[in-house]
DNA sequence: TCCCAGCGCCTTTTT
DNA sequence: GGCGCTGGGA
């Protein structure tokens, strides 16, 4: 075909050496290792044109596999337009996406009913938790999280209940099983008899079951393997055990031997989820599971400057697993990173938001992201951002489907399409207040769990036993089932509508607006959950409320992030991974944030930590602004915080300091004075001036020192005064080390 | 059954 | 600073 011809002069044109390697490759199995900004999305996305344009793998042979919707989407995007609409007809997907429809096809072969749900993770702690409540386990005392949490760590190590009850499993960390593993095994049969009772599966179950079923239904599994003759992967270094399995599976068939058919993308120095079970693993060994395997190293760089890839280089060096790699760019030097040493936390947010004032000047606010460690980070800065009147959206967060007025409208709608759903009954049944309490409900789910059916499906025949609520109860069934069944018929978004009329849900916010805040904001998001229901019917082939439903069930943070208007983004650097911008600000670049303290508990911990903040600074194209705050508010608390030992670990000749920052020692400096063996061993890094203090006033006056924490000054000379201190008695400290305190 | 005040816990990152 | 849970009172 002459279109053909065409495209692969481009497709190949495009590329450097090491990238045409990876994607001209075809006949054995390929390992990319893909240094940051180094073209990752060009080689996958060219590969699969490649491979359906010369190589005569008709577009539905070829399976994608990726992390998020939003990359997925990009991908199908980038390959239409290099190989036309017919790269439609390849699958490109989340793995969790794909599951789902490999689950929905074959749903009695994976165990499950035809109509399943997909728990989300509140549902699925509000069933372990009654689950808990069954097994006579104090839901105080343990987080349902936790449990939920290592539950679904037996499923991506693909262990089942039988397995896990039988004990002969090691626990995640370590040999021995800790007390809350044991309490999760003991719980998980139960869980899973709960689940599939209310015929729904949680995130786990997406991946987990297609591999069981394909370890029990080989002849599926054959099917699927002559299906998809070439399975490419992206951010391979995040990959699970359960999803490297699936992948061995899918390509391990004879006629391919060993994995011919498969290409994996991915960068160590990128791994930032191995806390969520992923295995690095997976990558460092890929070269011993497939003998043939070639590697090919993407090093040069396409995004950031020579200044910043040069920092972000010497300070990823530090790590000590890694593949040893060096990123170049054969681009600019560019400015040196700043770094900004804030007083506080507000000081922080304030200079943030200065920054962003200024730089958006030269720089679309589209172009600018201010990136730290934890969500709870973002509310200061959205404060200041507001103060400023600089438009600004959060990635993350409180997500609109995690709204709770959303959530119940979405538990309305998995209970029409699933009776059994006895979690989203529980929400619904009296919102709003319909006069059924916890104890109708209670008395309710008994009866219907001692005939083995959903709690909904058993009003009919249970609500004569239920004498104060009968009538009740039979007029909500009532309503809806007769909204329910317009489902044969009807789009999602007629549903909607009825439901919506005949529930009484949306008035009760209704009669309300106007005057009250919060029931007007209530009733907009109902508003916007609408138009997303409208925009999905008019999109999607099949416009049914199922279909919906398993759309919102799949749906993370990142899909949500809207690109048309001008704001700066505000995100986790976690969030950030995959993005770039032409400035990046990072914030909280302080010892137990960044590092995280939780961090230091296990051995790799802070070298993930490193990763991420590695992550981070590579998100940046032209510029990269650091910031630190020396004290920092957690719930009511002050906390004094030390400077990061990351910021010590970038060459101090790539970094200046913004004017209007405290004093600092930088890198070099500090690292010449521990040589000469400073007695100290710590020594304050951020030095803030005790200004106009004299000793008359200053005794009994509390200060704070930076290693030592808050004390009181007891004695002392001009410029050195004696503190008592709570936890290591008193210490002579210079007046400079201080800072006094107003109280 | 509903309402509200008070308390305790939270804070790592999310497919 | 927020959210969910609890317990007492209406």
Redesign the pocket.
Same mark, same amino acid.
């Given at each position: 075909m002459i279109a053909d011809e065409t495209l692969n002069g481009d497709l190949l044109a495009d590329l450097n050496a090491a990238q045409r390697d990876a994607v001209e490759t075809v006949d054995r199995p390929v390992l990319v290792l893909a240094g940051a900004g180094s073209g990752k999305t060009r080689v996958i996305t060219h590969k699969l044109s490649y491979l359906a344009a010369r190589c005569g793998y008709p577009p539905e042979s070829l399976l994608a596999l990726?992390?998020?919707n939003k990359a997925a989407r990009e991908m199908r995007h980038r390959a239409v337009r290099l190989l036309g609409e017919r790269a439609e007809r390849a699958t490109i997907g989340?793995? !969790?996406a794909v599951g789902l429809r490999v689950l929905r096809r074959h749903s009695s072969l994976a165990g499950l009913r035809p109509g399943f749900v997909v728990y989300d993770?509140a549902d699925q702690e509000a069933v372990i938790?009654r689950v808990m409540i069954d097994n006579d386990v104090d839901p105080?005392r343990i987080?349902p999280?936790a449990i939920a +949490?290592l539950i679904?760590q037996f499923k991506r190590r693909g262990l089942g209940p039988e397995e896990v009850s039988a004990g002969d499993w090691v626990g995640e960390s370590g040999r021995a099983q800790s007390a809350s593993e044991h309490l999760a095994a003991r719980l998980y049969p139960s869980y899973e008899r709960r689940m599939s009772a209310m015929n729904a599966v949680d995130?786990g179950d997406l991946l987990w079951r297609v591999v069981k079923m394909f370890m029990s239904y080989p002849l599926l599994l054959a099917d699927y393997q002559r299906r998809w003759r070439y399975v490419l992967v992206d951010e391979f270094q995040d990959t699970d055990e359960i999803q490297g399995r699936l992948i061995r599976m899918l390509v391990a068939d004879s006629e391919r031997g060993s994995g011919a058919g498969l290409t994996v993308v991915g960068d160590d120095d990128q791994s930032?989820?191995s @806390?969520?079970g992923a295995r690095i693993e997976n990558i460092l060994n890929f070269p011993n599971l497939f003998d043939s395997a070639h590697i090919v190293r993407l090093e040069q760089n396409y995004r950031s400057t020579g200044i910043i890839l040069e920092a972000a280089g010497e300070l990823i060096a530090r790590n000590r697993k890694r593949h040893a790699k060096r990123l170049w760019t054969s681009t600019a030097p560019g400015e040196k990173l700043s770094l900004c040493l804030c007083q506080s936390d507000r000081e922080e947010a304030a200079r943030v938001a200065a920054l962003v004032r200024s730089e958006g000047v030269a720089t679309p606010l589209n172009e600018i992201a201010v990136l730290y460690?934890? +969500?709870?980070q973002s509310?200061l800065f959205e404060e200041a951002l507001g103060r400023e009147s600089i438009p600004y959206r959060v990635v993350?967060g409180?997500r609109f489907f995690e709204r709770?007025e959303v959530k119940d409208v979405l538990a309305y709608l998995r209970l029409l399409v699933n009776p059994k759903d006895d979690i989203a009954f529980a929400r619904v049944v +009296?919102k709003p207040?319909?006069?059924?309490?916890?104890?109708?409900v209670g008395r309710l789910l008994e009866l219907a769990g001692a005939r083995g059916v959903g709690a909904f499906e058993a009003i009919p025949t249970c609500a004569s036993a239920i004498k104060?609520?009968e009538t009740r109860l039979r007029d909500f069934h009532h309503m809806l089932t007769s909204v329910g069944a317009l489902q044969s018929h009807a789009t999602a978004l007629e549903v909607v509508k009825a439901l919506f009329d005949r529930s009484g849900y949306l008035s009760q916010y209704l009669s309300h607006a106007g005057e009250d805040v919060e029931a007007q904001g209530r009733h907009d998001n109902l508003m916007e959950l609408v138009s997303s229901v409208a925009e999905f019917c008019e999109r999607a082939q099949d416009p049914s409320l199922k279909a919906y439903l398993d759309e919102v069930a799949l749906l993370? !943070? /990142?899909d949500t992030m809207t690109e048309e208007e001008q704001r700066v983004t505000l995100?986790?650097v976690?969030?950030a991974k995959g993005l770039e911008f032409e400035v990046a600000i990072v914030s909280g670049l302080e010892e137990g944030i960044f590092p !995280?303290? +939780?961090?230091r /508990?296990d051995e790799g911990?802070v070298e993930?930590e490193r990763r /991420?903040f590695y992550v981070a600074l590579t998100r940046a194209r032209k510029r990269v602004f650091i910031t630190f705050a020396q004290s920092r508010r957690? @719930?009511?608390e002050l906390a004094y915080q030390a400077p990061s030992r990351f910021l010590n670990e970038l060459p101090a000749g790539l970094v200046a300091i913004a004017p209007g920052s405290l004093s600092f020692k930088m890198g070099a400096e500090r690292r010449s004075r521990d040589v000469d063996g400073d007695p100290e061993g710590i020594v304050p890094e951020v030095i803030e001036p005790c200004e106009g203090l004299t000793l008359e006033e200053a005794r009994g006056r509390r200060v704070r020192h930076s290693s030592f924490g808050i004390g009181t000054i007891v004695g002392g000379r001009e410029d050195c005064v004696l503190v008592d201190f709570p936890h290591v008695g008193q210490r002579s400290i210079m007046i400079r080390y201080l800072e006094l305190l107003n109280s």
């Open positions: 990726t992390f998020t989340t793995f !969790h993770v938790k105080q987080r999280a +949490n679904e995130f930032i989820y @806390w969520r460690r934890t +969500n709870a509310r993350g409180i709770a +009296n207040k319909r006069g059924i309490g916890p104890v109708t104060r609520g993370t !943070h /990142l995100m986790t976690h969030a !995280h303290s +939780n961090s /508990l911990g993930e /991420l957690h @719930w009511d």
